[in-house]
């Protein structure tokens, strides 16, 4: 026999809104949003994860495919002879790519700017992912797999398992 007393409906009422309101923080947490052709879950922060803007992408393309590109403030160049790729932001060169060893000489060009910084961190992300330039009480710095060093105008990260440069 079901017991269709008023306490008992309550209190299965709440019991069911309790239970409604738990699955729909959950689904609400877990959302899944497309960023820049990667999955990322707007309620976590993925220390890796880099929102790239689409100048960033096809300057990394044209990085990729040794190839030249132009767009707003930034320029891709490629020398055959050298088998390098250079990236230039306002016409100063802040990074060259050596596709025959994988090494990757960043550069400031004494501009310590959010731009400069996001250009490097999107080309980090393509040749050397998880590795990261960030800035800390005025003084920036480079991460890779829990190893952090000071920023210095013309390093050269070597293709490594770890933070090693020249």
Known sequence: MIDTSWSSIRVLLIIVLSISWVILIQIDTTEWVSKGGRWNCPYSVDKH???MRKLERQMNFAVSNKGNWCGSNTQVTYNENTN??????????????????????????????????????????EVKYGCKV?????????????QTQSFWDGMILVDADSLQTV
Request: glycine share 6%.
């Open 134 to 146: 960030f800035q800390k009480n005025w003084n920036w710095f480079i991460s890779y797999q829990g």
């Open 49 to 51: 994860f880099h929102y």
């Open 84 to 125: 390098c790729s250079q990236v230039r932001l306002h016409g100063h060169l802040i990074a060259t790519f050596d596709h025959s060893n994988q090494a990757l000489k960043l550069d400031s060009c004494g501009y310590e700017t959010v731009t400069t910084k996001s250009r490097l961190n999107a080309l980090l992300e």
